[in-house]
């Protein structure tokens, strides 16, 4: 069984459109994350949930929504998509209390043309 | 603002030799440092960890180091095998912390 899954591994889409990225773990975690790898490798956080409250958005522009519907779930909706989004999407997830690891999900790989 | 700063340029070895990567923080005062290994193609896998009252951690080939008067870690991995390319990622932390943020990330060559 996978832990932290997202879907889809692959996303090709045109400028302008909107799309999601779900990522669900089994881990029994409280919080999950959203990242973005750039092209430079460089791994950025986006956001952070705990118990499905949002705690850290790094000044992503709003036409990222994370949603949470549950603790073991964090979907990521993108609006309006531009070029500059093109980028590797990871998700992750992890306890919140002590020295705890992350665990990530295989990745997205958004391409926007 | 906070800053992580790792090698940027790629490092290439030898197998058999000792790898060392650092790890440099500023405007920061992490609890403990985690330790993650990327592979093309796939997310961040974690190594180990090292506490701020701890000057070194060993698994296995891996050792760690964190000064925190310096504000940095090192990161070695004795006798390198090819299987150890990979990019290696620090991340510092607080504890009960929903932050995680990494450095930026070295990319480790080892040469048969």
């Known amino acids: 069984d996978t832990a932290v899954s997202q879907t889809p591994k692959y996303l090709v889409t045109q400028m302008g459109n909107d799309k999601s990225i779900k990522c669900e773990q089994n881990?029994?975690?409280?919080?999950m994350y959203w990242y973005k790898q750039d092209s430079k490798k460089f791994l950025k956080i986006m956001f952070s949930?705990?118990?499905?409250?949002?705690?850290i958005n790094e000044t992503v522009p709003n036409r990222f929504s994370p949603k949470s519907p549950d603790k073991a779930h964090l979907n990521l909706h993108i609006n309006s998509l531009e070029l500059g989004d093109s980028a590797v999407y990871f998700c992750a997830s992890s306890h919140s209390a002590g020295t705890a690891e992350a665990f990530f999900g295989q990745g997205t790989r958004l391409t926007v043309v | 603002s906070q800053k992580i700063e790792q090698n940027s340029e790629a490092l290439n070895i030898q197998e058999g030799k000792t790898a060392t990567l650092t790890c440099n923080y500023t405007?920061?005062?992490?609890?403990?440092l985690q330790w993650y290994r990327q592979d093309p193609g796939r997310g961040p896998v974690f190594l180990l960890l090292i506490r701020e009252n701890e000057k070194e951690k060993r698994k296995e080939r891996l050792k760690v180091t964190f000064d925190t008067t310096l504000k940095q870690s090192l990161f070695h991995i004795t006798a390198s095998q090819p299987a150890d390319s990979a990019t290696y990622l620090c991340?510092?932390?607080?504890?009960?912390?929903?932050?995680?943020?990494f450095g930026t990330g070295t990319r480790l060559q080892v040469f048969p």
């Open positions: 949930y705990n118990n499905k409250e949002l705690i």
């Open positions: 881990l029994g975690h409280d919080t």
């Open positions: 405007n920061y005062s992490p609890a403990y």
């Open positions: 991340a510092p932390r607080a504890y009960n912390t929903d932050k995680l943020i």
